[in-house]
């Protein structure tokens, strides 16, 4: 029997994961101590690898649920999880599209340009329910901290506060990229005009709030990657730009 942590370890997850796991009903202990110490056996570890197998599938928590206790729209499940995916494929399909029309115009010496036809954002409510219910399930997941209630969406909003999100980040990997300072005029100036848009948008950020995200940023594996990716060093950029603009003038 394995206990909390070295299931974790074993498993490739965090111990809030199994914690949650276990108070949503999706992975039991194989038994819990008087002293309320879980630990798990061969079982749990098989239906642990079977929810990572469907999460990589990106299904929802209560779906894996059902196709674990094979309820009887199994099927259903498999099959609208398939459309999700040939959804998804041809999102990156347009986005490769758009990639490959940049490595042609930067080839040619052309300049290339973000535009509002070029950015994919996406189509209905539905697939941003979908991206606000995994980001909610992985911060859950990770840190233990419920988000809250599923809200109206306003999806031309929502793209458009995408879009922005999009330019401002690729605006701060090419000052990285240009040496600019994070400091520098060029850097805070857009770090504000950044806090100033969300601010329109109905978003309650002050530039120490903003601090703070970009620093969540900088340490979350998985938003630490996706700047990363982009440009390396672009996380501890962020944040070093977003902590010059909240520093007390002088």
């Known amino acids: 029997m394995l206990g909390v942590s070295e299931m974790a370890e074993a498993g490739g997850v965090t111990v809030k994961t199994l914690h949650y796991y276990h108070r949503i009903g999706l992975l039991p202990p194989a038994e819990v101590s008087e002293a309320g110490y879980r630990f798990y056996g061969p079982e749990e570890m098989l239906r642990l690898r079977h929810i990572l197998f469907y999460r990589e599938l990106e299904f929802t928590l209560e779906q894996i649920k059902q196709l674990l206790d094979q309820e009887p729209n199994t099927l259903c499940l498999l099959e609208d999880q398939h459309g999700r995916t040939v959804e998804r494929i041809d999102r990156w399909k347009r986005m490769l599209r758009t990639l490959e029309g940049a490595i042609q115009a930067a080839r040619k010496g052309e300049e290339i340009k973000m535009s509002v036809d070029q950015f994919e954002g996406f189509k209905d409510e539905e697939q941003w329910k979908e991206a606000m219910r995994q980001q909610r399930e992985y911060v859950q997941e990770q840190y233990g901290h419920d988000l809250g209630t599923e809200l109206p969406l306003d999806v031309g909003s929502l793209n458009e506060q995408a879009e922005e999100s999009a330019q401002f980040t690729e605006t701060l990997a ?62 501890y950029y962020l944040a070093a730009a977003a902590e010059a603009v909240a520093k007390p003038s002088e």
């Open 174 to 235: 090419d000052l990285l990229r240009s040496g600019e300072r994070h400091d520098g005029e060029a850097a805070t100036g857009a770090v504000r005009q950044h806090i100033l848009f969300m601010q329109a948008h109905g978003h309650a950020v002050t530039p120490q709030s903003f601090v703070e995200q970009s620093v969540f940023f900088r340490e979350d594996p998985f938003h630490r990657q996706l700047l990363e990716g982009k440009q390396a060093g672009l996380s």
